[in-house]
């Protein structure tokens, strides 16, 4: 916790200043989610490159390891009788289907099963790591806890019986797949953070800190004589891998009628706190500066 040094005057005549102002901004618990669209357009991306493509085709279908096409030898797919390929048509009059012309794949889909288990891995981990706190001491017992059980492992030969068992797991999604999923999630993060988030904020001027806690709510203004500020950055997962340097802000004001201003997930919190306190040790010298 910090307390906010006792303001001074600013001489008279000094030019108005851009930094007279600091902002603070309570954003919600979806920017940590940035690393699902992040790789989610990473794998859209090695999936088109990798030039792959699937092809979906019937039960019964039978891998032929030598058939004549163009007059060479090939391996092939065949169909079980009277089923038939993708074809251009649409009808659903089978008959005039079957007499449309055939439809080559045409679905990127990565010949690589790790690219879905690595998506879904990331997915599942932002999920745990923004849903479940682990602030303080639980953060450390965590950590400990990967560590021995690593270790552990490692000693009982169990790490091949693990690999071998994930081996078996196969998660594929087509290039379409994730785009749309990270175009969708970007989308939205975008707005929350740069439009949703900007309604709570707390605005501190020299002299006085304007709060705003709810969206759509009205503004409130408070003195900051007294006030205090905290800032707490104990959640290692959140704040410092995914928040890259967020944390939570408390502010708590003072005298008869004392509040307290809870910011969760403030980006670049230590900055922040530093600029207040700097811009708090001045005073306005006039209205209209």
Request: hydrophobic share 45%.
């Amino acid at each position: 916790m910090s307390n906010v040094p006792t303001p001074v005057n600013i001489p008279a005549g000094t030019p108005p200043s851009h930094d007279n102002k600091v902002t603070v901004i309570s954003h919600s618990n979806l920017f940590y989610w940035w690393p699902v669209w992040a790789v989610g357009f990473l794998m859209a991306g090695l999936t088109y490159w990798d030039g792959d493509y699937l092809a979906t085709v019937p039960a019964g279908t039978k891998a032929v390891k030598e058939v004549t096409y163009a007059g060479d030898k090939r391996e092939a797919y065949v169909l079980p009788e009277r089923q038939m390929v993708s074809r251009e048509s649409k009808d659903r009059d089978i008959e005039k289907r079957r007499e449309s012309e055939t439809r080559d794949p045409r679905i990127h889909m990565a010949k690589s099963k790790n690219y879905g288990v690595i998506f879904c891995v990331t997915l599942l981990l932002v999920i745990t790591i923004t849903n479940i706190p682990l602030r303080g001491m639980w953060s450390l017992v965590v950590i400990i806890t990967i560590i021995m059980m690593s270790v552990i492992f490692a000693l009982a030969g169990w790490w091949d019986n693990i690999f071998n068992a994930l081996e078996l797991l196969d998660i594929r999604i087509n290039a379409g797949g994730y785009l749309f999923i990270s175009c969708g999630l970007f989308v939205i993060w975008l707005f929350t953070i740069l439009i949703f988030d900007k309604q709570v904020y707390i605005e501190f001027e020299p002299g006085q800190f304007k709060v705003c806690t709810e969206i759509g709510g009205g503004e409130k203004a408070y003195d900051t004589i007294g006030m205090t500020l905290e800032r707490q950055r104990s959640d290692l997962f959140r704040h410092i891998i995914l928040g890259i340097g967020s944390g939570d802000l408390i502010v708590r004001t003072t005298g008869a009628q004392a509040h307290q201003f809870d910011l969760p997930n403030v980006l670049f919190i230590g900055k922040k706190v530093q600029m207040i306190e700097d811009l708090l040790r001045r005073r306005k010298t006039g209205e209209g500066k």
